[in-house]
C-alpha cells in the first residue's frame, strides 16, 4: 500500500519546522484501525509529517501495511511489542535510528504481566529515551494499579535523563482534563509530578480545556498525553491535538503531538 501523493524525506527534520526539530505524534488507532479504517489512519499519520510515531492499539495483523507505508516514506527504524495476532499492542516508527531499551525498571512484578507487555515500550533515540505508554483502563482495575507501579518504577529511574512519556494513560486531572472528578490514578499522575514530569501540552495550555476522547455516553476526556522529564522540558517547543481523526471517526482518540528542539 503506497501514498503516492506523500513524498518520502530524507532527513529527519520535518516538513515546515526548523533545524533539528522533531516531531513526536502519538495515537490510539482503535483496534489496529480495521481493514476499512486503515488507508484513512496511514493518511493522517502522514500528514502531520512526524519524525517519529508512537502507536497505542496497534495489531501485528493488519500492522504489516501501516509498517510499509511509514517506512517507505522515511519511518524506516521501527518496533512493536510482542503483541499475538489480533491483539492489542505498541509500534514506534522513526526517521533517527532507534534501538529497544531492555534496561527498564523490573523491581516490580507487574513489570512480568501481559499488561505490560503489550503495552509498554521503551527505545532509545538520539538524544531521548522515549516510552510509548498504553494504560490498562478502569475495566481491569488490578492490571491498571500493576501497570502503574512499573510506569513510576521507569519515570524515577529515567528523571535525570532527557525521557519522555507519550500515549494513552486513560486518566487525567480532575476538573482540567474532565469536567468532574471521575478520573481514578489521579494520584499516580500526582507521583509522575514529584518527579519532575511535565505534561507537555498543560505546560504550554495551563489554563484550556480539551478532549481527546469522548465517552459513548457522554462527556469528553484528555487522556492521552506527552509527560516530559525535567531534563528534557527545554527542549520542548510545541505541543497539540489533532482533533479531525477523531471528529471524522477515523478512530475514537485524538492524536497527541510534539515538538522538541
Known sequence: ?????????????????????????AWNILHGGSARRLPEVVLSLLAHHPDVVVLSEYRPR?????????????LAHQAATPTPAGSNGLLIASRPPLSVRADGPTEHPAARRPC???????????????????????GRPTDRAAYWQSLLAFA?????????????FNTGRHRADEEGATFSCTAQLGALWTLGYRDAWRELNPDARESTWVSPVGGGFRIDAAHLSAPLLPRLRGARHSDRERLGGVSDHSAVLVDLA
Open 116 to 138: 505490560w507487555r503489550d503495552r509498554w515500550l521503551e527505545v532509545r533515540l538520539p538524544g531521548l529515551t522515549l516510552a510509548g505508554v498504553h494504560v490498562p483502563d478502569d
Open 62 to 74: 493488519l500492522g504489516g501495511q501501516i509498517r510499509g507505508v511509514l517506512g517507505d516514506h522515511g
Open 156 to 168: 524515577r529511574a529515567r528523571r535525570d535523563e532527557a525521557a519522555l512519556l507519550i500515549g494513552d
Open 1 to 25: 500500500m503506497a501514498c503516492s501523493a506523500c513524498p518520502c524525506p530524507t532527513t529527519y527534520q520535518a516538513r515546515g519546522r526548523g533545524e533539528g526539530t522533531l516531531r513526536i505524534l
